[in-house]
């Protein structure tokens, strides 16, 4: 079992829709939670994290984080069919000094016009 | 365009030679780091470097691969005797050292291809 699982999708949604991304992990020692988008031949970019358990929110974005149940989510709200990417959820753990992050899979998003 | 430079952007190569990646990380950032991503998947954590020091290295990166950072500037990523296993997408990012959390920048990547 990866530390880290996420449904690869794809997801595809008509422009406008509210969006549900899912992570759920194993490991309790998680305490930062980031969520990053991935658009084609790019790089990943971060979008939000949160550290430990709660809401955040960032303009269209919501990050959930719910520790008892180690489930982590992402909401995007108006979805546009610029948001049509890879969504890769990414809990930190310390390494050398830093932190690292475990990447799930990525889900894939469409967003059509 | 997040200010980390990869290169080359592609290196296609036969299996048993050796290959080079270069990253450039945005300058006044002290931490650099190295992952690995196939298709499909997510990034996989392959090793660190804060200034020339070599601090973190995965099990994923077995003998064949080494990375360096001399100056603690650019850096280097080599693969010997490549297999086609080795075939994927060689991220880099870099970050400002502090405390807390500190956000990784990413490159845009090296896509290997070994034959």
């Known amino acids: 079992q990866k530390e880290v699982e996420q449904d690869p999708g794809p997801l595809s949604v008509p422009e406008g829709a509210i969006v549900s991304l899912n992570c759920t992990y194993s490991n309790s020692a998680f305490q930062y939670f980031m969520w990053y988008r991935q658009y084609s031949r790019k790089g990943p970019e971060l979008l939000m994290y949160?550290?430990?358990?709660g809401n955040k929110e960032d303009g269209r974005f919501t990050a959930q984080v719910d520790k008892s149940s180690k489930y982590i989510s992402l909401f995007i709200r108006d979805s546009q069919p610029s948001d049509s990417a890879t969504y890769l959820c990414a809990p930190l753990t310390r390494g050398g000094g830093s932190y690292i992050p475990t990447f799930g899979r990525g889900t894939s998003l469409i967003v059509h016009p | 365009d997040t200010g980390v430079s990869q290169d080359p952007r592609h290196k296609i190569t036969k299996r048993g030679q050796n290959v080079t990646f270069r990253c450039d990380p945005i300058?006044?950032?002290?931490?650099l780091y190295w992952y690995r991503q196939t298709l499909g998947q997510g990034p996989e954590f392959l090793t660190y470097f804060q200034n020339e020091a070599q601090l973190e290295k995965s099990r994923l990166l077995s003998d064949r691969f080494s990375a360096e950072r001399p100056k603690g500037s650019f850096s280097t990523l080599e693969i010997q005797r490549t297999e086609q296993g080795d075939s994927a997408m060689y991220l880099c990012?870099?970050?400002?050292?502090?405390?807390?959390?500190?956000?990784?920048?990413f490159g845009p990547g090296t896509r290997l291809t070994v034959l």
């Open positions: 300058s006044e950032h002290n931490r």
């Open positions: 949160t550290y430990s358990s």
């Open positions: 990012a870099s970050s400002l050292a502090s405390s807390g959390y500190n956000e990784q920048f």
